[in-house]
């Protein structure tokens, strides 16, 4: 089993542990000929963090059949730290010693071999929603409002219809509302079959919007009291959360 990929930039990969790490301390990446993917859920079983990148998403790519990457991201994250702005990333796996190397080549050519961990393959399957409402949006301006929602509130209202796309808040620290539609330049697109709302964590949105720093543009996806679908665009590849809706709260 061969595996192996480059990044020209290793802040990319950097990102993306940050952004995945967010939501779980334990998973496996699969890497198959058709690129790298990885599924799994917050121990809360709350949230889902589905993430993907084809091979065009590398500088190079190969893998000639399924390989199992098992990782504590704590060990993955203390690696990236050490990387420059300047260094190229090769991800490669050592099937007889059951590690990730993880080479940062720069100045110097550094080489961490980081252990595999064997976890239990659990088969998660993504949310089937009938989304009413999709949103096409800067992840900037979808990052500012979760982060103006949070000053008043632990939880946030989507709204959405033809006109716009609100994200409202209240509680006892006061109320805000920020409004999003078609003539302002955060707004991309939207599709909206039917006039929709639902109520989240904002704890839990406030940390996946941090694969905001991988992604520029996030399709924001949701029907009334369903759950959340955030899809942060790649390129070549998606960061994909999904968060169930704080149906008690409802109002």
């Known amino acids: 089993m061969v595996f192996?990929?480059?990044?020209?930039?290793?802040?990319?990969?950097?990102?993306?542990?940050?952004?995945?790490?967010?939501?779980?301390?334990e998973a496996s990446f699969i890497a198959t000929p058709n690129g790298l993917m990885l599924r799994a859920m917050d121990p809360s079983r709350v949230a889902m963090v589905d993430f993907e990148l084809q091979p065009?998403?590398?500088?190079?790519?190969?893998c000639d059949s399924e390989v199992v990457l098992g990782v504590n991201f704590d060990d993955i994250k203390k690696v990236m730290k050490r990387a420059s702005a300047s260094d190229k990333l090769e991800l490669e796996h050592d099937p007889v010693?059951?590690?990730?190397?993880?080479?940062?080549?720069?100045?110097?050519t550094r080489v961490f071999a980081v252990p595999l961990l064997e976890l239990g393959r659990e088969e998660f399957s993504t949310p089937k929603v009938p989304f009413n409402v999709t949103v096409r949006m800067?992840?900037?301006?979808?990052?500012?409002?979760?982060?103006?929602?949070?000053?008043?509130?632990?939880?946030?209202?989507?709204?959405?219809?033809?006109?716009?796309?609100?994200?409202?808040?209240?509680?006892?620290?006061?109320?805000?509302?920020?409004?999003?539609?078609?003539?302002?330049?955060?707004?991309?697109?939207?599709?909206?079959?039917e006039p929709s709302h639902a109520l989240y964590s904002l704890n839990y949105l406030e940390n996946m919007m941090k694969a905001a720093d991988a992604a520029d543009v996030v399709l924001v996806k949701f029907s009334t009291n369903m759950p959340l679908g955030l899809d942060f665009e790649l390129p070549n590849g998606r960061i994909t959360y999904y968060l169930a809706p704080r149906m008690e709260a409802e109002t």
Do not use: C, P
């Not at 065009?56 to 190969?62: A, D, V």
């Open 4 to 25: 192996k990929a480059v990044f020209s930039d290793a802040r990319l990969w950097r990102k993306i542990i940050d952004a995945i790490s967010t939501l779980i301390e």
């Open 56 to 62: 065009l998403g590398f500088e190079e790519y190969s």
């Open 97 to 108: 010693q059951n590690r990730l190397k993880v080479k940062l080549k720069g100045r110097a």
């Open 138 to 193: 800067l992840s900037e301006t979808l990052e500012d409002a979760i982060k103006d929602a949070s000053v008043v509130s632990d939880y946030v209202r989507f709204e959405a219809d033809q006109s716009s796309f609100r994200i409202k808040a209240s509680g006892d620290r006061g109320e805000v509302e920020v409004s999003v539609d078609k003539d302002s330049g955060g707004l991309l697109g939207m599709e909206i079959k």
